[in-house]
């Protein structure tokens, strides 16, 4: 059974910093792209970072410069730093995991962050 795990969202003021991990387990995660995704009240889920197997990495325009995903394949984890947080980066944050030769998709349960004075 596939499981990602998101820890690390929270409360934080504008300009801070956080940083989520996502601990996968029950699949082979060397094989597959991960990314993190986030959804705002009333807004569609959207693509934040994601990393390739191989490390390459793209991001949403809104974050580059601020967001910085990474991965640990031997621990099996996918990290997201977020720097100079807005209050628009509120949002449940997602990660996901992709195998996209054999169609596999998996979701976290989210982590809430809300970025406010």
């Known amino acids: 059974q596939v499981q990602l795990v998101e820890s690390g969202g929270g409360l934080v003021q504008p300009g801070g910093s956080l940083r989520l991990s996502c601990a996968a387990s029950g699949l082979t995660f060397s094989s597959y792209a991960m990314g993190w995704y986030r959804q705002a009240p009333g807004k569609q889920r959207e693509l934040v970072a994601r990393i390739t197997r191989g490390g390459d990495t793209n991001y949403a325009d809104s974050v580059k410069g601020r967001f910085t995903i990474s991965r640990d394949n031997a621990k099996s984890t996918v990290h997201l730093q977020m720097n100079s947080l807005k209050p628009e980066d509120t949002a449940v944050y997602y990660c996901?995991?992709?195998?996209?030769?054999?169609?596999?998709?998996?979701w976290g349960q989210g982590t809430q962050v809300t970025v406010s004075s």
């Open positions: 996901n995991a992709a195998l996209v030769s054999l169609l596999l998709n998996y």
